[in-house]
C-alpha cells in the first residue's frame, strides 16, 4: 500500500480482568505514551506515542477503552 488510505487496524481486545489501561508521561519532556499495565506484576505494555488529541481518540477507540477508566503515571 504506497500511495493509499491508510487503514484502521480492527479493535483490539485485551483482559480487562488483569490489564490496566495506563498512560505514562515524563514530567521534563511531556511525551506520553499508552498501554496497559498488568495488575499482578505491574510491568507495562507500551502500544502507543500520544502525539495529540487525535491519538489518544485513536487509543480509546483502537482498544475500546473508556477515557475515566484510564490511570496517568508519571
Not at 479493535?11 to 488483569?18: I, P, Q, V
Request: hydrophobic share 40%; proline share 4%.
Amino acid at each position: 500500500m504506497l500511495f493509499g488510505k491508510r487503514r484502521k487496524p480492527p479493535a483490539a481486545d485485551y483482559d480487562k480482568a488483569g490489564k490496566i489501561p495506563v498512560i505514562r508521561s515524563s514530567i521534563c519532556t511531556g511525551e506520553q505514551v499508552a498501554g496497559f499495565k498488568d495488575a499482578v506484576s505491574g510491568k507495562f505494555e507500551e502500544l502507543m506515542l500520544l502525539r495529540n488529541a487525535q491519538d489518544f481518540q485513536e487509543f480509546l477507540h483502537q482498544y475500546q477503552v473508556e477515557e475515566t477508566a484510564i490511570k496517568r503515571e508519571w
